[in-house]
């Protein structure tokens, strides 16, 4: 199993910025993987953010965060991080970890099978 922590959610004004980080854990079945974040808010779909391929380094943005947003990921601490800066009342949601070993499309929630409690960003107008 694999189990992963998020944390660094916060209120915050239009402009401002927040550092999410996720801690991971367990047993690894492969050494290939993918670590990324989703997001989602009342009432809508979950949307891709953002997600990075582990051994190459490969990033993958949503358009509405390409330029405002970076994923990052640090082998020493076994965790992803994502910065989030000039943030707009539109990223306000719940914000999720996720991983996983299969090969697929970054972007699709389908392609993960862990996923993290989450944790709430707020961005007030």
């Known amino acids: 199993q694999v189990q992963l922590v998020e944390s660094g959610g916060g209120l915050v004004q239009a402009g401002g910025s927040l550092r999410l980080s996720c801690a991971a854990s367990?047993?690894?079945?492969?050494?290939?993987?993918?670590m990324g974040w989703f997001r989602q808010a009342p009432g809508k779909e979950r949307e891709f953010v953002a997600a990075i391929n582990w051994s190459s380094g490969s990033t993958f943005y949503a358009d509405s965060v390409k330029g405002r947003f970076t994923i990052s990921r640090d082998n020493t601490k076994n965790t992803v991080s994502l910065q989030m800066n000039n943030l707009k009342p539109e990223d306000t949601a719940s914000y999720y970890c996720?991983?996983?070993?299969?090969?697929?499309?970054?972007?699709?929630?389908?392609?993960?099978?862990?996923w993290g409690q989450g944790t709430q960003v707020t961005v007030s107008s």
């Open positions: 996720t991983a996983t070993f299969r090969v697929g499309t970054r972007t699709s929630s389908n392609t993960y099978d862990y």
């Open positions: 367990g047993r690894r079945t492969s050494s290939s993987y993918a």
